[in-house]
């Protein structure tokens, strides 16, 4: 069976289901897509990039709270949006509730973004061992005082939550969370459908989507994250679990023309014929040329090697040229280099499926003495004296 087979069957089975403009807030998109923030990808070039693809909320990188109030030289840079682009998503990180209110006015009285959304789906043991990312919505009480502080210090720029299913399968925070982040004022709650201990290994839970959005009010728009890598999974999701919108992030890696099938997808369009590789080398360029343009020639084109593994998946590329290819050094080499690719080759069926990192499920590092009081509202311990701007 196609895609296209596939996703005439989905727009068969969600018919007299179909999904109003994504809102979020006061603004709002026809396609009900959002890109996830990614550590070192959501750079402007890459968002850019995205949107030339298709329509949707495109987030940039991580900022920490703390970066932010303290005027970290790092944390600035990366807060960094294109002229034309409307609404400026950022997320934040943090722990503390006073800096995440100062962080959040700050942005409101410094119009450095127009939406903010907050991290605590972060799986990666130096965000949990200070406990950050999908440790914090253990602490139910400490959670409610970021979400709030939030929400206040953004003083009306809509505030957004995203999470995980829980730290492990013993620890299942979502369903408490979701509440608590509507009854403090987030205006949408996003969840990747894996505990911590999963990171980003095995398969993601959409059933816990579905019982999310059950359970938080029907005004709230519940975004489901987790295993989106074609239209047909986004369009899966939507049907299984009644969700008002998907979260991609790692489908997108190397693809970021999936946007424009995501667009026609949810419009009842036929999907675009899939890319040959002509038509992939020439968005590889493109992403180097936006990465040179906002990181500088140097810096930029080291930036977009690691990308190119994930363009090329499965294509027939010999070890040579991809060896050559991963230590670029100008545009005019990448240029080079692309030119002896047969650009009419077709996209190769095994191109499909998981991208970027996957590894293995693993216990979560946490602060001592963590789980042991689930309603301490005490932020931890040196949590956010060491910070890396985002």
């Known amino acids: 069976m196609t895609v296209q087979d596939v996703l005439r ?12 403009p994504l809102r979020i807030g006061p603004y709002e998109v026809a ?3 959002v890109l996830a923030p990614m550590a070192g990808i959501t750079n402007p070039g890459f968002r850019r990039l995205c949107r030339e693809q298709g329509a949707g909320f495109y987030v940039c990188e991580m ?5 932010l109030v303290e005027r970290n ?11 034309d682009e409307h609404p400026r998503s950022m997320q934040l990180y943090g722990v503390d509730p006073d800096a995440m209110f100062t962080a959040a006015r700050m942005i409101a009285e410094q119009d450095l973004a127009d939406h903010v959304d907050m991290n605590f789906g972060c799986p990666v043991p130096k965000v949990t061992r200070k406990g950050g990312g999908a440790a914090l919505p253990f602490k139910r009480k400490l959670f409610e005082r970021i979400v709030r502080a939030a929400v206040d210090g953004a003083d009306g720029r809509p505030v957004t939550v995203k999470m995980r299913i829980g730290i492990d399968d013993d620890h299942h925070t979502y369903l408490e969370a979701g509440r608590i982040a509507a009854d403090q004022g987030a205006v949408a709650v996003a969840l990747h459908a894996r505990t911590a201990a999963q990171r980003y290994s095995g398969t993601a839970d959409w059933s816990a989507i579905a019982r999310l959005r059950e359970h938080v009010p029907s005004n709230i728009p519940v975004l489901g994250n987790g295993d989106i890598f074609c239209a047909a999974d986004a369009l899966d999701m939507v049907a299984r679990t009644g969700c008002d ?41 493109r992403h180097a040329e936006l990465l040179c343009e906002h990181m500088g020639p140097d810096k930029g084109i080291r930036d977009v090697r690691k990308h190119i593994a994930w363009y090329l998946k499965g294509f027939p590329v010999g070890p040579d040229v991809r060896r050559r290819l991963g230590m670029v050094s100008s545009l005019d080499e990448l240029d080079e280099l692309l030119s002896t690719l047969d650009p009419d080759e077709p996209f190769p069926a095994e191109a499909d499926g998981p991208r970027g990192r996957q590894g293995s499920p693993g216990r979560v590092v946490l602060p001592e003495h963590w789980l ?7 932020v931890p311990f040196a949590a956010e004296v060491e910070h890396s701007g985002g």
């Open 245 to 285: 919108g998907v979260v991609v992030g790692r489908g997108c890696l190397g693809r970021p023309w999936l946007f424009g099938d995501l667009e026609a997808a949810f419009a009842g369009r036929p999907l675009p014929d899939a890319p040959s590789l002509g038509r992939v080398t020439t968005t590889l360029r």
């Open 31 to 33: 396609t009900p897509v």
């Open 73 to 83: 030289p790092l944390t600035f840079r990366m807060i960094a949006f294109d002229g």
């Open 9 to 20: 069957d989905e727009r068969t089975q969600t018919r007299g289901r179909v999904l109003p």
């Open 63 to 67: 900022i920490t709270s703390r970066g």
């Open 372 to 378: 042991d009081d689930a309603d301490d509202p005490s």
